[in-house]
């Protein structure tokens, strides 16, 4: 997994779904050759919600591994959140750029401000970058899952007919100098009841998801130290199968 060679274009668009808000986000970019796979949104969460109101979201993908073309590609993807409340606009990131928009609303006069262009060189952008220097060691748990918008998509013959579904998957990655650590944190995380707080509201996502990750993201940042880096990966892709 890495971040994308450029952002090229962000779009935000607000709806409302069984009394819920939520936001479409659609983002064009850019890889330096063929041989991607798997491009998707990653959100980032906060313990305490950022005073611009800026919602920020790493923009990855699966690098080639075998030979390639160096050519520049262009790469797209198109997701829902749930919205919290204190979300105004949504700023994504690439490896050599970053881009923001503000949530356009489906009022009519709404806002009306297009993508803007942001110089690379962040604070995260930096902290990311040392600690991919140096050894470390990566810990991966799945938090929560749900799959909906089932469709039939054709016939694979016979009476056997071919299936569709939205898998979201919610993840827990941390990197740092000792598993032991990251693990025994992990677990007494799960035992004070964080992460099943998580899973109860992960369906419905907003702000009550957001208070959720930010309490159990606090509670792990108090048990381990700031050698370790933690992120949650919110993901979403479509499997396909048989019946």
Known sequence: MKLISSIEQVQVHQFDSNGHAFINIS???????????DVFLSPRYYV??????????????????????????????????????????????????????????PEPGGPKLGPVLFDKGSEQELALENLETRARVIVKERLAVFDDSFNIIGHCGG?????KKLRHELTLIVEGPNEADIRRCIERSAGAGLIAAIVAVYLTGGAALHAAIGAFTASLESCLSDEFHIKIEDKTRWIKWCT
Do not use: C, H
Request: zero cysteines.
């Open 27 to 37: 983002a064009i970019g850019t890889v330096n050759s063929t041989g991607w796979s």
């Open 48 to 105: 305490v919600p950022p005073s611009d109101g800026i919602w920020e979201f790493d923009f990855y993908g699966d690098p080639p591994s075998g030979q390639v073309l160096w050519v520049n590609l262009p790469v797209a993807d198109n997701q829902n959140f749930g919205k919290p409340d204190w979300a105004k606009g949504v700023r994504v990131y690439a490896a050599s750029n970053s881009m923001e928009s503000e949530i356009l609303t």
């Open 159 to 163: 009476l056997s007919v071919r299936m």
